[in-house]
């Protein structure tokens, strides 16, 4: 039995058996602080905020019942650390991206971005209507979390490069920054694939250690600071069409609260994703026109490097078939996304290609 089985077997093991043995959880009562590590520096654009939402507005709506303490990345536990600190009890909830724990289980993927997967609508109409939370909520029960949605980068650029890509040979052996299966992705076209957080990936750009880098969007990138070591950055990808973020709390905790508090932190989580996508749309239009004045080379990669991305990727979900669960996110969230795709592009699609030929 490989690990994953065994922990989704303990899991829901040790689910059924509380329930057997206890008619309703014990509430605590009174006030209490609990933890929120994530994966983000203090200050990152869009993402820290989300994080912070998040907090402000649960000890906000529970009127100081709840208060939350959010550390930001390396202030109690690493970037990459903070599912293992919650599943432990080291610490209460994190907010982050949940494709950094691929290694815990490739699952997780879909609850921030796949390539050549959903937009930020799609993923938003698979969550809350065609059964993505609840799928969310079955791959938590394995590692003793509770999780939401809770932020919306939009679809991310394709990042900054040293040099222009003209054809997919010009990935191998390129040292670049990416996450998740689309990371997984370009390292099959020869990248040498880094996985590092936010708030190093300047330092490692700018030094050598990479050569080209993934972050968010023109907003977000801009403010990282990207725009000062290369100039070269395209502005679509195939890795991140509509990024999720979660935020996740150690399951006992959670239904140690009181049910008018987990429903706090459902709709804290659910209004921070709305209010984070906005955030993200809203700024990226005007920090991609300061880039271009800035003397930023905006680019669009050749058909022939999107084709490499798209046979890619679809290798990379083939080899995690064999696992059970991911198989049934995959079927899922693809099914869905179909089925939002074909309305959207007959409509609202169809409308702004037109919107933009009538008002130039």
């Given at each position: ?89 080291q610490a209460d909830m994190y907010h982050g991206a949940d494709y ?22 799609e993923l938003a109409n698979w969550y809350y209507q065609d059964g ?167 680019l669009e990669f050749p058909d022939s490097v999107w084709d490499a ?52």
């Amino acid at each position: 039995m490989d690990r994953r089985s065994f922990l989704r077997t303990s899991a829901l093991g040790g689910t059924a058996a509380a329930a057997s043995t206890l008619a309703a959880p014990a509430y605590a009562q009174g006030k209490r602080t609990l933890t929120l590590v994530t994966t983000w520096g203090r200050g990152l654009a869009g993402v820290h905020d989300s994080a912070q939402r998040c907090a402000d507005s649960i000890t906000a709506m529970t009127d100081g019942q709840l208060t939350i303490d959010l550390k930001a990345a390396g202030e109690l536990v690493g970037a990459f650390e903070v599912f293992d600190a919650v599943t432990s009890g080291q610490a209460d909830m994190y907010h982050g991206a949940d494709y950094y724990f691929v290694g815990q289980h490739p699952g997780y993927a879909f609850f921030t971005s796949v390539p050549f997967g959903m937009t930020a609508q799609e993923l938003a109409n698979w969550y809350y209507q065609d059964g993505g939370h609840e799928l969310h909520d079955e791959l938590g029960q394995i590692f003793g979390l509770k999780s939401f949605l809770a932020g919306n980068t939009g679809a991310q650029a394709g990042g900054w490069f040293k040099k222009e890509i003209t054809g997919p040979e010009d990935f191998n052996g390129l040292k670049f920054r990416m996450p998740g299966l689309g990371g997984k992705a370009l390292g099959k076209l020869g990248a040498s694939v880094q996985n590092l957080p936010g708030g190093e990936v300047y330092q490692a750009l700018a030094s050598g250690a990479i050569d080209g880098t993934e972050w968010i969007g023109p907003w977000a990138d801009e403010k990282a600071g990207f725009q000062e070591i290369t100039k070269t950055y395209y502005t679509a990808g195939f890795h991140e069409p509509g990024a999720g973020l979660s935020l996740a709390t150690n399951r006992e905790v959670f239904e140690s609260l009181s049910p008018a508090h987990q429903k706090v932190i459902e709709i804290a989580s659910g209004e921070a994703h709305q209010h984070n996508l906005s955030q993200f749309l809203a700024n990226n239009g005007a920090a991609l026109q300061r880039l271009q004045a800035s003397g930023v080379k905006i680019l669009e990669f050749p058909d022939s490097v999107w084709d490499a991305f798209g046979k890619a990727s679809m290798e990379v979900h083939a080899e995690n078939m064999g696992d059970e669960l991911y198989k049934k996110i995959y079927d899922s969230a693809m099914t869905s996304m179909k089925s939002s795709s074909a309305w959207l592009n007959k409509s609202s699609g169809a409308y702004t290609a037109q919107r933009d030929r009538v008002l130039g």
